[in-house]
Nanobody
Framework: QLQLVESGGDSVQPGGSLRLSCAAS????????ITWFRQAPGKEREGVSC????????NYAGSVKGRFTVYRDNAQSTVYLQMDSLKSEDTAVYYC???????????????????WGEGTLVTVSS
């Protein structure tokens, strides 16, 4: 059974960068699309980025497009979220989640997910 563990969260200053990791175990990621979500204090959870099951397609929320990049390593066991030009509004707990799918094109930023990680905290503050 697939399990996900996030890491890489930290405190950084505005304009800084972080790379979050979503390590998978128990199953290959090739059968799952991975979505990164975040939830800021007092706000609803929102989808940030999605990576297709073949690792070749990505989708981004407008608020992070051009600043965040999602990709998967060659062994297909870890998905990364590279976050650059961080802003205070990026402060949140970030979660990765997996959805089993054979569709290598459809990659929404919402919807029911099959597996969730426990989250990692990102704080952007001066």
């Amino acid at each position: 059974q697939l399990q996900l563990v996030e890491s890489g969260g930290d405190s950084v200053q505005p304009g800084g960068s972080l790379r979050l990791s979503c390590a998978a175990s128990g199953s290959s990621l090739s059968a799952y699309r991975i979505t990164w979500f975040r939830q800021a204090p007092g706000k609803e959870r929102e989808g940030v980025s999605c990576l297709t099951s073949n690792g070749k397609g990505a989708n981004y929320a407008g608020s992070v497009k051009g600043r965040f990049t999602v990709y998967r390593d060659n062994a297909q066991s870890t998905v990364y979220l590279q976050m650059d030009s961080l802003k205070s509004e990026d402060t949140a707990v970030y979660y990765c989640a997996a959805k089993s799918t054979r569709n290598v094109v459809y990659c929404p930023l919402a919807g029911d997910m099959d597996v969730w990680g426990e989250g990692t905290l990102v704080t952007v503050s001066s």
